[in-house]
């Protein structure tokens, strides 16, 4: 079979999204020689030409729309212009990462991966040109009776709450795997190089790496509860006998982040809270296996991989019983309730916590293999 691949997701580099778009087509290409695939996105520049040029050294045929990717999407999504097969030919089946479908000449039959529902559960969050976006790009997937891939149950859950007339049967939950870079560091020189970096080492405790800090990753809004996270940290470190030190912020800062900077000043935190930016995943690995602990107190996940990353660096994480969390991690681990926070937090640092043993779902070999059996019974 020919199959084509929207993957405009890469130019969002450094996103959950673009990282699930790469390590999806990787995985495909790596563990299936029997279809041929053809890539294709829209961009004014080259996507990161290492990419590309490792999806071609695997066999994949890479097309682009030499416009912004916007641009294509709204010809997509409002005017059904531009059909793709003029660009990338006839081909059996097309999966869509961003949800949307393209126009097509011919009957092409569809594969949606839907990871949330954000827009649709947080509506006074987005604007109404955003969401009515969304909506046709969903409207077109229900009348093409597309198949639908979800990331989690919570999400499948909610695209059929909000979308009753989707038949239940298009609907698939797929766990994605988890980059094979996410493994416990060994190498201390290079883990205190990389730290050193974004100013995470030891300035108080000579015989370590780095001084005892907590975690969190992901962007800066009021979702994920970054404040709590604050707030449980100042408390653990004011009024109990702890060795932590710092709390470390790696991602971009979103909106409402003023209100997070200012939490930090009230609370003489300045520096002991650092935020350090976007890192990217070549050094994600070292944060995650240098912390005691991940804080991500989000309320909402469609899926949540930092968390599973942090996991298979063999770093315990702190996290809420809610959404697609839920189904991280089962089995008696010690999830953290509105109001405990501190206490769960405790009971990780003083604890030790295996967190390798709930990863076995999550496997990108597995993925493909599930992606690849649908495409033989569409």
Not at 16 to 25: A, E, Q
Not at 79 to 102: A, C, E
Request: glycine share 6%; charged share 25%; proline share 5%.
């Amino acid at each position: 079979m020919k199959i084509g691949i929207d993957i405009s997701q890469l130019n969002y580099e450094g996103t959950g999204v673009g990282n699930f778009t790469y390590n999806l087509v990787r995985s495909l290409l790596l563990n299936d020689k029997n279809n041929e695939y053809r890539l294709f996105y829209a961009s004014l520049h080259k996507l990161n030409s290492p990419i590309l040029n490792d999806f071609e050294k695997l066999g994949a045929k890479v097309f682009c729309y030499p416009i912004p990717h916007k641009v294509l999407h709204f010809l997509w999504g409002m005017n059904d212009l531009m059909p793709i097969d003029l660009l990338i030919g006839k081909v059996d089946v097309m999966i869509f990462s961003d949800y949307l479908r393209p126009p097509t000449l011919y009957k092409t039959k569809g594969i949606t991966i839907i990871h949330d529902l954000i827009w649709k559960l947080f509506p006074e969050k987005q604007d109404l040109k955003t969401i009515k976006y969304h909506e046709i790009k969903i409207a077109k997937t229900i009348k093409n009776k597309d198949m639908i891939i979800t990331d989690s149950k919570c999400t499948k859950d909610d695209l059929l709450r909000f979308y009753p007339e989707i038949e239940k049967n298009l609907v698939q939950v797929i766990y994605p795997g988890i980059g094979e870079q996410f493994k416990p560091i060994e190498d201390l020189n290079k883990m205190k190089a990389v730290l050193k970096k974004y100013n995470v080492f030891a300035s108080n405790h000579q015989s370590l790496i780095t001084n005892p800090y907590l975690l969190y990753v992901g962007a800066i809004e009021p979702r994920k509860n970054l404040d709590i996270a604050i707030r449980t940290f100042h408390e653990l470190i004011t009024n109990h006998q702890s060795p932590i030190t710092d709390l470390v912020v790696a991602g971009k800062a979103g909106w409402e982040k003023d209100k997070i900077y200012k939490l930090v000043k009230s609370l003489n935190l300045e520096d002991k809270v650092k935020f350090i930016g976007f890192i990217p995943d070549s050094d994600l690995p070292y944060l995650y296996s240098g912390a005691k602990a991940l804080v991500y107190l989000s309320s909402y996940e469609g899926f949540g991989l930092p968390p599973l990353e942090a996991a298979s660096c063999g770093t315990p994480v702190l996290l809420y019983d809610n959404s697609s969390l839920s189904e991280l991690f089962k089995n008696g681990y010690p999830y953290a309730k509105k109001g405990g926070e501190l206490s769960a937090l405790k009971t990780l640092l003083e604890n030790k916590i295996d967190t390798k043993k709930y990863l076995n779902q999550f496997s990108w070999k597995e993925y493909t293999a599930r992606l690849i059996e649908i495409f033989r019974n569409r």
